[in-house]
């Protein structure tokens, strides 16, 4: 399995950026994000199940969301209304058998200035 993300960069807060996250393969069960910032662990951002259900961390609701393409193998996140603490490396995964992250594609990073 190979995951290749991109689309990170630097804005300005209140901004959006859109992440994608390529993958190779079969189609996934479950993909989604997950974030680190300096210092801190990482932590669930959002899934979507190969059928489109949605979970999302409270601290993202109805500012970021997440779709994907089946026929492409491509999940997407689209983050608007970007706050400074959003700023960290995202880290698109997938999960094939609903037990948890199975594997990481490298990462791209988010930086939100004020």
């Known amino acids: 399995v190979q995951l290749q993300a991109s689309g990170g960069g630097s804005v300005q807060a209140g901004g959006s950026l859109r992440l994608s996250c390529a993958g190779s393969?079969?189609?996934?069960?479950?993909m989604g994000w997950y974030r680190q910032a300096p210092g801190k662990q990482r932590e669930f951002v959002t899934s979507?199940?190969?059928?489109?259900?949605?979970n999302y961390a409270e601290f993202v609701k109805g500012r970021f969301t997440i779709f994907r393409d089946n026929a492409k193998n491509t999940m997407y996140l689209q983050m608007n209304s970007l706050k400074p603490e959003d700023t960290a490396v995202y880290l698109c995964?997938?999960?094939?058998?609903?037990?948890?992250?199975?594997?990481w594609g490298q990462g791209t990073q988010v930086t939100v200035s004020s």
């Open positions: 393969g079969s189609i996934f069960s479950i």
């Open positions: 979507i199940t190969r059928g489109g259900r949605k």
């Open positions: 995964y997938v999960d094939s058998d609903g037990w948890g992250p199975s594997s």
